[in-house]
């Protein structure tokens, strides 16, 4: 039983308080990349499943208001097909205390003037921060792995974040063996000649297809190697709760980011917490457990009962993912499902 002792603070059974909460807004998305869903897509959730804006506004607030949440990530699927996007925002910059609001994207609108995903507009509407993703800096290559000729759109979604100052802006690399394996160097050398912070992140067993095998993973120590082959890298140290080991590049100030979420996992530091898209709450990437909030909040549930269930959620938080024992398996929701 979940000690009355962690007072307002979602603290869990070996002492880890999450403050950083990922609210996954849909499920949906415009690309199909192998390593996340198969070509043809997959059965979205029914709309009257997912949180209104209303919902998701009031679930944040408890989060910031009540449970000592500081960082808001907003993901997907792919968050900026949510109509109304930057006005979302706005309602989450203008809670008390404000969070740091960041999103992650695969960047296809950021460049548009008009339409609720542009660059422009989310910073004008309260977002600090994005992070992109970008597995290549060949077109063909990028149509390969997202079966979508849209590569120029994310390099002209990247640079409109820039303008926009949604800084630092972040690229996410999945490097994909036999596919994109050879680029570590060329991708960080592409990022730093456009001040983007470049993260490397291992693929991790969230597909959709449950295709994941350990053996064809590019890890982080093979990362390391070819960028170490053309870079001088140092370690800064200091990793805390955060996901990547960073390194000064050629002496700095620029830095690049490894997450070998499966090699070096940060569990033990891990500040994370998840709220999906259909109002459940998950502790981890790879939980097979969920806690529903949804049905409460829509029973009429008041907001220090909510308050409580959350924190009673995220006292069962496990040790770890556990991707190295031998009772693993994956999580019957894939990561577009789950939000990054």
Known sequence: MRPTSGGTRLLDRFGRISTDLRVSLTDRCTLRCAYCMPADGLEWLPTADTLTDDEVVRLVGIAVGQLGVTEVRLTGGEPTLRAGLPELVGRLAALTPRPELSLTTNGLTLARTAGSGGAAALRAAGLDRVNVSLDTTCPDRFRAITRRDRWHDVVDGLAAAAAAALVPVKVNAVLLRGVNDDEAPRLLRWSLDRGYEL??????????????????????????????????????????????????????????????????????????????????????????????????????????????????????????????????????????????
């Open 199 to 340: 993260r490397f992140i291992e693929q991790m067993p969230l597909d959709a297809q449950h295709g994941w095998a350990r053996a064809r993973m590019v890890t982080a120590p093979e990362i390391l190697a070819s960028l170490r082959a053309e870079f001088t890298l140092a370690p800064l140290g200091g990793r805390g709760s955060a996901p990547a080991e960073l390194f000064e590049v050629d002496g700095g100030p620029a830095r690049v980011g490894v997450i070998g979420s499966v090699t070096a996992p940060f569990c033990a530091a891990c500040d994370r917490v998840r709220l999906t898209a259909d109002g459940q709450v998950r502790n981890c990437l790879f939980a097979r457990e969920e806690s529903d909030l949804r049905t409460p909040l829509r029973a009429g549930a008041s907001d220090t009962e909510l308050a409580e269930r959350w924190r009673t959620a995220v006292w069962g938080k496990r040790a770890g993912h556990g991707i190295d024992g031998p009772a693993f398996r994956q999580p019957d929701r894939p990561m577009s499902a789950i939000g990054g």
